[in-house]
């Protein structure tokens, strides 16, 4: 830190029932008043030096001999008063970054110009903070801080705006590293100077009001020569510092609800703030980041264009986002759940909007490339980049479902538009989704019958692992026609891989009868319909396979289509792994489902 000594004299105040006065042999002749002090003074070394205080005294000179003058909000109290009275005086005064602003502010009030007295006080101070506070990086900041009681002199002054130029010129300088040197010892014992590097500017300006950190930040930005991902850890430094913790669980989040109003305004006011600096550049700031800026944007109620303007920016890098990210907090009296899920639901659809126009512009890409303009590398990369966004996000939504379906207040139609609004062939397998399904049947016990179908409709039964579809095949909470679809799928999995094929369980064999449909004694491969065929003649009809409570047998053909019909049942593989699958089905069930 630079400092400055001016006047060689020793200090001679002291105070007497309540007066501050200065040790003399000659009588003072001048009360001057500074808030509730009084000071006795002499007229001589003041009024030479102090244009403000020759025109108060012309004024009241034919008062009394004894005069005295009040001076109304003096910038800086006593201390910056004493310092420019002890200047006149001659007294030692110490100026540094701590107290050059109140000191340049009283200068400026009591008029302590060169037109009164060469070398006068406001000169020697702008000569110091030209010269030593502007050249110092601490300097700077600790002058900044100090401007705060003086917001209105500073500006005037222009000792705010010269201080905020000098940081961002020594950021653009050199804003990714600053060289730090130190003396070590080394093993000779010999002390040598080595050089470390450290980030910097981003935790100095941490300690700045919001007002000059924006205003520093945004001639930073203009600048052009700070990277982005720069100014975004520097906003995370910023952010962690003044804006309460904001926990990743709503009842955790509490704490800033629990905040005085003018606390909440002010932490209000700086969220806004700090969404404004954001880099418009992509993947500057973290997605877990913008995620935890828009739970405060809820939390603390802030304007709706700051929670698009994020939901805008967490789309564009969605696929780096977590689970606990998404769980953000509604808005008090908005809304019946827990989470948000109208602005999760904004976020997941606009990144497929973006997804898709992305791909629009890789197949244009392609093709350029095939007609030899661009190239086809470069198209090629775009789309497997998109593609595979596509499948992270698919199983963050399917991992945000798990979490949401506990919530008895989310209703069906948003849970339904959540899986809908992901593609399905970014879902590489469904187990995850199903296992949302089933949390969200076991939460919600009152859906009737239709809604379970609607809702198990969106689960592709080919898409399941062997551990989800032997869970599904036994969960009674699934319609009849899911579990059935399970276990055909299971089956015709298997035969494709191996090949062979088994009697019906007896289970099974027991659920066809009730059905009105009697299986043949024995199966064979030898059918007229390999099961290949089959897959794909019930896969265009929407479902996996035929239901089995619409295989009835025409009274007039049952001799001729008894034996088709066993046949086609009866090609159900074997599983070698497990013979579980055939047990997934109870006879009580069958008899509840009728």
Known sequence: MKFMKLGSRPDAFYTSAGVRSISSEVRTDIIIQVNETRYLLHKFPLLSKCLKLQKDCVENSESSQLQMIELVDFPGGNDAFELCVKFCYGIEVTLSAYNIVPARCAAKYLQMTEDVEKGNLVHKLEVFFSSCI???????????????????????????????????????????????????????????????????????????????????????????????????????????????????????????????????????????????????????????????????????????????????????????AKVCDLMIPSVPNDSDTIYDLDIVLNIL?????????????????????????????????????????????????????????????????????????????????HDDLYKAIDIYLKSHPELTKRERKDLC????????????????????????????QVLFSEQARAAMAGGQVTRLPNNIKALLATKGTEPSPTCSLSTTTSTQQQHAQCTKLGNPCVSISKMKVDAGDESANASLKAKEHCLVPSMPKKTMLSKLWLTNRVENEK
Not at 250 to 258: I, T
């Open 457 to 484: 409709r969106t689960l592709d039964c080919k898409k399941l692992s062997l551990e989800a579809s032997m869970h599904a095949a036994q969960n009674e909470l699934l319609p009849l026609r899911v579990v059935v």
């Open 134 to 320: 502007l050249n110092g990086w601490k300097d700077c900041i600790v002058t900044l801080h100090t401007t705060k009681s003086f917001q209105l002199w500073s500006e005037e002054l222009g000792i705010t705006s010269r201080c905020i130029e000098s940081l961002v010129s020594k950021v653009l300088s050199n804003p990714l590293k600053v060289s730090v040197s130190k003396s070590r010892t080394n093993r000779k014992g010999e002390i040598e100077e080595v050089h470390t590097t450290k980030r910097w500017w981003g935790d100095d300006l941490k300690e700045l009001r919001i007002d000059l950190y924006c205003r520093t930040m945004a001639a930073l930005k203009s600048g052009r020569k700070v990277p982005p991902t720069l100014i975004g850890d520097a906003l995370k430094i910023y952010t962690s510092k003044w804006l309460p913790k904001i926990s990743r669980n709503h009842e955790n989040g509490s704490s800033l609800n629990s905040e005085s109003d003018s606390s909440r305004s002010n932490s209000r006011m700086l969220l806004e703030s700090i969404i404004t600096l954001l880099p418009v550049e992509s993947n500057a700031v973290s997605c877990s980041f913008l995620l935890k800026l828009l739970k405060a944007v809820n939390i603390l109620q802030a304007s709706s264009s700051s929670k698009l303007e994020l939901a805008r920016k967490v789309a564009l890098q969605l696929d780096e």
């Open 349 to 429: 659809e606009q990144f497929m909007l973006q997804s898709q126009t992305q791909q629009t512009s890789s197949k244009k890409t392609l093709q350029s490339a095939d007609d030899g303009v661009c190239d086809l590398k470069e198209g090629c990369r775009s789309s497997a980049t998109v593609n595979g966004a596509m499948v992270k996000v698919a199983k963050l939504v399917d991992g945000y479902l798990q979490e949401i379906a506990k919530d008895v207040n989310v209703p069906l139609s948003k849970f339904i538009a959540f899986i809908g609004a992901v593609p399905e062939l970014a879902r590489l397998n």
